[in-house]
C-alpha cells in the first residue's frame, strides 16, 4: 500500500520507498517479534548498504594513512579522502573544498568554532547570541566561552507554536554581539528557522552566523553560498553516513583568520623547538590521522542521497510529516509539543497520563524505537514546562504504516496506563 | 499486556505511580535529598525525619515515569521506621533484584517491593526503579549534592 500511496501522492518521481528500505540491511529484523519501526531517526539514521560496503571496501583494499606515504595505497587512501571532502562541498555548494573541515560530529565543529574564532573574537563584555531552541551542544561550548571570556549569552525566545520570534530576535543583535549560532532545524521541535532572515539580520550589524544543521542536512537541500551562513555545522551519523565524522564549513576568509583548533601532524607545514608554521585550511584544524574510513562512509553517503535527490526525500518526508503529525495529533489525551508552521522531520509530544519514558518502553516491546527524554534540549523541555517528550523522528525509509503501527502503540500504551 | 511488559507494569506498581504514598514534604524532615536522572528527566526529592539512627517518618516529591514513581513510593512505605543500617541492606537487596541477581530468598525480604522483579529485563528503566533509593541513601548520608543516575 505505500509504494501505491506515495507514488500516487507525489506523482511519477516520488521515491520507491519499498526499494530504498531493501538498501538498508538493518530493517530487515524483529523486535520482540515485532517488525522493527525505526522512528529515531533524528538521534541517529540507519546506514545503508552503499555506505557499510564502501567503508569495508577501504579497509580491505585500499586503507593507508593519508599525506603521508608515497606508496601506492597512501596514494588510493588520499584521492579517496580528498574525493569525500569535494562530495561534501558538493552536497552543501560550498565554493571550495578548502572550506570543508571534517570533525568528529556537530558537536566538535561547534566547538571548534567557539574555541577557535569564539576565543580570538569574544572579550569581555561582549555577547553571543543562540535561540531558545538550541540542542546542548549549541548552548554548552558558548557558555564555556562566555564563562573564559566574561562574555554575555543571549538568547532568542520562542513563541507557544515553538518558533523563533524574529522581532526579539532581532532587537537582541546588539553592537556588543560578536557571534550569532543558531539551529538550521530544531532536532526537539522540528521547527524550521527562517534562517535568511536571521542571516541578513545578523550580517547587518557585521555579526558572523554559526549554523547548526544536524537535523537538516537529511531532510533538505542546503546551499551554504544561498544561506550566506558563516559557519555551517553536521554530523555524518544523521545523514546516513557512519558515527564519528562530522563537518564544519567555515567561508574561507574567516578560516584562514582563525588560529589553530588542535596541535599535531597535519595541521603544520614546519616544526621546530622555536617556532611552528601551521597549515593551510582545512588542514590547519585537521590536527593527527584523521577518519579516514568515516570520511568516505559519509561521501557514500551523501553520493546515495544525493542520487535519490533531496528534493523528493523532502517532498516524501514532508509527506509523510503531516500524516504523522494528523495521526498522533488527533489521538485523545496527546498534545503536541512544537507545532510550527514550517517543520521537518520530527513528532513531538505528550500523552496525558503515560509518562515518555513508559511510552517508549510500551512501544519498544510492539518493534517500534522513538527516542524519550529531553533531547539533550532542556531549556527547550523548561520552556513548555515539562520534563521530557516522546519524539518520533522520519527517514527516507519510513512508510504511513509504519505511522500507523506507531498509532496503535500510542493506544496500547494507553490501555496500559488507562 | 505481553508478558515481560506485564511483568514490568504489575498492578499494584501502576496503582502507586498513580496514587503515590507519602507524596509530600514531611514537617518534621530534618534530612533531604535531590536525585536527578538525565535519561529521562526523572527528578525526586527524599524528605526523612531522622531520629537518632531510626527513619521515624520519610516523603518524597518530583516528576518522573510510573517506575520511578512507584517504586518511590513503596520504598517510603518499607523504609519507615527502620534503622540506616538496615534501609541500606534493603536497597542492596532491591538493587539486585532489578539488576537480576537476586536469590529467591533476598526477594522475599524485599515483600511487596519483590514486584519489581520484572525491571531486569529491561536494563533501560534499571535507573528508574533505584533513583529514589539513591537519594535516600543520599539524605542519610546527609551529602548536599544532587543524586545522578548517569
Not at chain 1, 530493517?27 to 538521534?43: E, M, P, S
Not at chain 1, 583568520?257 to 608554521?277: C, H, L, N, R
Request: hydrophobic share 40%.
Amino acid at each position: 500500500m505505500s509504494t501505491a500511496v506515495h507514488r500516487s501522492g507525489l506523482g511519477q518521481a516520488a521515491l520507491d520507498v519499498e526499494r530504498i528500505r531493501r538498501d538498508f540491511p538493518i530493517l530487515d529484523q524483529t523486535i520482540h517479534g515485532k517488525k522493527l519501526v525505526y522512528l529515531d531517526n533524528a538521534a541517529t539514521s540507519q546506514k545503508p548498504r552503499a555506505v557499510i560496503d564502501a567503508m569495508v571496501r577501504y579497509y580491505e583494499h585500499d586503507n593507508a594513512n593519508i599525506h603521508r606515504g608515497v606508496h601506492t595505497l597512501s596514494v588510493r587512501a588520499t584521492e579517496a579522502h580528498d574525493e569525500a571532502r569535494e562530495t561534501v562541498r558538493c552536497f552543501i555548494q560550498a565554493s571550495d573544498a578548502s572550506e570543508i573541515i571534517f570533525t568528529r560530529g556537530a558537536t566538535e565543529a561547534i566547538n571548534l568554532v567557539a574555541a577557535t574564532y569564539g576565543r580570538a573574537n569574544v572579550g569581555a563584555g561582549d555577547e553571543v547570541l543562540i535561540t531558545a531552541m538550541e540542542h546542548h551542544s549549541n548552548i554548552v561550548p558558548w557558555q564555556i566561552l562566555c564563562e573564559e571570556k566574561g562574555a554575555h549569552l543571549r538568547v532568542a525566545p520562542i513563541n507557544n507554536a515553538g518558533e523563533l520570534e524574529l522581532e526579539a530576535f532581532e532587537k537582541l543583535i546588539s553592537p556588543r554581539t560578536r557571534m550569532v549560532a543558531v539551529a538550521h532545524v530544531s532536532n526537539a521541535l522540528g521547527t524550521v528557522n527562517p534562517l535568511r532572515k536571521m542571516i541578513q539580520m545578523a550580517h547587518a550589524h557585521d555579526v558572523p552566523v554559526l549554523v547548526d544543521g544536524a537535523q537538516a542536512v537529511p531532510h533538505m537541500p542546503v546551499d551554504v553560498q544561498a544561506l550566506g551562513c558563516d559557519f555551517y555545522a553536521f554530523s555524518g551519523h544523521k545523514v546516513y553516513g557512519p558515527t564519528g565524522i562530522g563537518v564544519l564549513y567555515g567561508k574561507e576568509e574567516l578560516l584562514a583568520e582563525m588560529p589553530p583548533y588542535q596541535g599535531g601532524g597535519d595541521m603544520i607545514s614546519s616544526v621546530t623547538f622555536a617556532k611552528t608554521t601551521y597549515n593551510v585550511v582545512p588542514y590547519k584544524f585537521e590536527a593527527g590521522t584523521p577518519d579516514i574510513a568515516g570520511a568516505i562512509g559519509l561521501g557514500a553517503a551523501l553520493n546515495y542521497i544525493n542520487d535519490l535527490g533531496m528534493e523528493r526525500i523532502a517532498a516524501h518526508e514532508q509527506d509523510l510529516l503531516a500524516y504523522a503529525t494528523d495521526a498522533v495529533g488527533s489521538l485523545p489525551g496527546v498534545r503536541l509539543i512544537g507545532t510550527a508552521r514550517e517543520r521537518a522531520g520530527v513528532v513531538s509530544f505528550i500523552l496525558e497520563g503515560v509518562h515518555p519514558h513508559d511510552l517508549g518502553t510500551v512501544l519498544d516491546r510492539e518493534g517500534i524505537a522513538i527516542r524519550t527524554g529531553h533531547h539533550c534540549a532542556q531549556p527547550v523541555m523548561d520552556r513548555f514546562g515539562i520534563d521530557a517528550t516522546a519524539r518520533a523522528s522520519l527517514a527516507i525509509y519510513n512508510t504511513r504504516e509504519e505511522i500507523d503501527a506507531l498509532v496503535e502503540g500510542i493506544r496500547v500504551a494507553r490501555e496500559v496506563f488507562a | 499486556m505481553s508478558g515481560d511488559l506485564g511483568e514490568l507494569y504489575q498492578e499494584i506498581i501502576l496503582e502507586h505511580s498513580k496514587a503515590p504514598r507519602n507524596f509530600r514534604k514531611p514537617e518534621t524532615a530534618n534530612r533531604q535529598a535531590e536525585g536527578y536522572n538525565p535519561l529521562c528527566g526523572d527528578r525526586c526529592t527524599v524528605y526523612v525525619d531522622l531520629d537518632g539512627d531510626a527513619i521515624k517518618e520519610i516523603g518524597f516529591q518530583g516528576s518522573g515515569c510510573a517506575i520511578s514513581r512507584a517504586s518511590a513510593s513503596m520504598m517510603t512505605q518499607m523504609v519507615k521506621g527502620k534503622s540506616k543500617a538496615e534501609a541500606t541492606k534493603l536497597f542492596e537487596q532491591f538493587h539486585n533484584l532489578v539488576t537480576g541477581k537476586a536469590q529467591a530468598v533476598q526477594a522475599s525480604d524485599l515483600g511487596k517491593m519483590a514486584v519489581f522483579g520484572g525491571v531486569s529485563k529491561f536494563p533501560a528503566r534499571v535507573k528508574c526503579a533505584t533513583l529514589a533509593w539513591h537519594t535516600l541513601q543520599s539524605a542519610l548520608e546527609d551529602k548536599h549534592e544532587t543524586v545522578s543516575t548517569e
